[in-house]
């Protein structure tokens, strides 16, 4: 069985938002910034305890961590540059 890598994570997340945004920017301005904000304290959380004391967390947790904080962003970027602009705003 393959592996997926990174970048592949990353853009399956990218497309899942744009997609949530494409049908309603206003949900998806506060899923993104919900989900968005629960990936960063977690992963925050995360760091801190690695650095205390080090645990058997695989490294491709924090990578998809950190991309899971960058998707949301990514994806309102792009929306923002294509339809220059929000509905909602």
Do not use: C, H
């Not at 990936?39 to 690695?50: D, N, Q």
């Not at 961590?65 to 309102?76: D, K, Q, R, T």
């Not at 923002?80 to 929000?86: D, F, H, P, R």
């Amino acid at each position: 069985m393959e592996r997926i890598r990174p970048i592949e994570i990353l853009l399956g997340e990218v497309v899942l938002y744009l997609i949530i945004w494409v049908f309603n920017d206003y949900m998806a301005t506060m899923l993104s910034l919900i989900f968005g904000s629960i990936f960063l304290l977690i992963l925050m959380v995360s760091l801190v305890v690695e650095l205390v004391e080090k645990s058997k967390v695989p490294r491709w947790y924090f990578i998809f961590m950190g991309l899971s904080v960058l998707a949301p962003i990514i994806a309102a970027i792009l929306y923002v540059l294509i339809n220059q602009g929000m509905g909602w705003f």
